[in-house]
């Protein structure tokens, strides 16, 4: 019989009869590539009659234990992964080429090296001469690292059932070839069998495994997102390509809290970790200027404070502009309409740029209130006052909604020096302990405070 043409979604892994410009599974564009398929279709076969055998069951409440966990001592690592490694995890790191993968995960081997994990560094991408001179540039030549330069999942295999490490890092997926899947290194179906053989060996044979993966925002190289349904744990490493800062961020972990961040700074020596995030993001700041407002944000279990930025000025368009940097541009359009609809103040005709200073980007609605704070303060041209802080949801009535965990926010802004904090009525007085809290019912009452009326 001959073999249908598979067609397969290079972002979600969904496989189709036929090409279409449009994924159904997951809506993304333009990702649908042909490809051979795995074998002549076992999805089609049924498992038929045989019995299979009966499972143990156990209760909920059997006596486990934590898994014991090894930390790196990289800090910032560490907390992403939710506290050190989980023996027997499988990790993928994703991020955009060069944004420094190999130097973050080169310095994280050396690291649980040094404390006695038996560690290899397997790199698809480069000459072992040149990842050793980059150990070198790191300081890290010292570190009892195994390093082996290959793309042939088969000999990788057989040497780490060979050497049965505690530790393996494979930089990067889209360079593994498995011999038994007839398409090209980098295709689908490599990546994901790659994956598979490599996750199924760490299960098995109790290694953990750190998978690198490339990702471009057009979605060009065949996805790591399909392997994401099959770690434990999924890592983006993000920055703006101008920015030394970069960071780590667990969007998925099996083992810890998701949305938890570390931040880096790239260095010539290096990924260096930055323990006082909120200090680095607001460090250009300068003061007061129209059109900034601090925001006290929260990632994953800390605290980071950060500014917002806007400008607002007269568009020659017909249609103004709306561009966002860090920030949901579904969201601005919403608090914009909030302005408009129920202060009363219309950004129509008015072009609105918005910006998170050190490319950070924030995610929380819990931001509303500082985004509204820089907008008004660019287009009415008047400073906050620098040494004050905002957070708060806005709903589509123009109320100011509590956000979890005002203590915290309160906290790392009086350890910044912020003698203010603006926040929603109902946040507790109390958890200022010294700064002087401001609470607010809705947008009304702000603008009313801080503008003058509306
Ligand atoms: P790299 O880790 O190779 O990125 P990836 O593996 O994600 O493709 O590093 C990319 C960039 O980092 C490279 O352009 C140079 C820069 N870099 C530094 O600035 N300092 C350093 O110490 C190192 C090793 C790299
Ligand atoms: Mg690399």
Known sequence: MARAPAFVCSACGASFGKWSGRCDACGAWNSIVE????????????????????LALSDLATEEAPPPRTLCGIAEFDRVLGGGLVPASAILVSGDPGIGKSTLLLQAAASFARKGLKTLYISGEEASAQ?????????????PVRLGAETNLRDIL????????????????????????????????????????????????????VLVGHVTKEGQIAGPRVVEHMVDAVLYFEGERGHQFRLLRAVKNR???????????????????????SALFLSGRESPASG?????????TRTVLVEFQALVAPSP???????????????????????EARVGIPFAGLDVYL????????????????VAAALLSARE????????????????????????QAENRLKEARKLGFKTAIAPKGTKAGAAQGMSLRTMPDLVAFVGEMFGAG
Do not use: Y
């Not at 001179?133 to 030549?141: E, I, S």
């Not at 011999?179 to 199924?200: I, K, M, N, T, W």
């Not at 570390?262 to 290096?270: D, K, L, S």
């Not at 502009?321 to 860090?326: I, Q, T, Y």
């Open 35 to 54: 490809e051979e398929p795995l074998s002549a279709g076992p999805a089609a076969k049924s498992l038929g009659a045989a019995r299979g055998r009966r």
């Open 131 to 143: 990842v050793r001179l980059r150990a070198q540039r790191l300081g890290l030549a010292d570190a």
């Open 158 to 209: 057989t040497t780490l059932e060979a050497e049965r490490p505690d530790l393996v890092v494979i930089d990067s997926i889209q360079t593994m070839w498995a011999d038994h899947v007839e398409s090209a290194p980098g295709s689908v179906s490599q990546v994901r069998a790659a994956a598979h053989e490599l996750v199924s060996f760490a299960k098995r044979r109790g290694v953990s495994v």
């Open 255 to 277: 083992f810890g809290p998701a949305d938890e961040i570390g931040v880096f700074e790239m260095t010539g020596a290096g990924l260096s970790e930055v323990a006082n995030p």
């Open 292 to 300: 900034s407002a601090v925001f006290a944000g929260l990632e994953g």
């Open 317 to 339: 368009l017909a249609q103004p502009r709306r561009s966002v940097l860090g920030w949901d541009g579904g969201r601005l359009a919403m608090i914009l309409a909030v302005l």
């Open 355 to 370: 910006n998170v200073a050190g490319g950070l980007k924030v995610t929380e609605p819990a931001a509303d209130l500082a």
């Open 381 to 404: 041209d008047a400073a906050l006052p620098s040494d004050t802080v905002l957070f708060g949801e806005i709903s589509l009535s123009g109320a100011l909604r509590p956000v979890a």
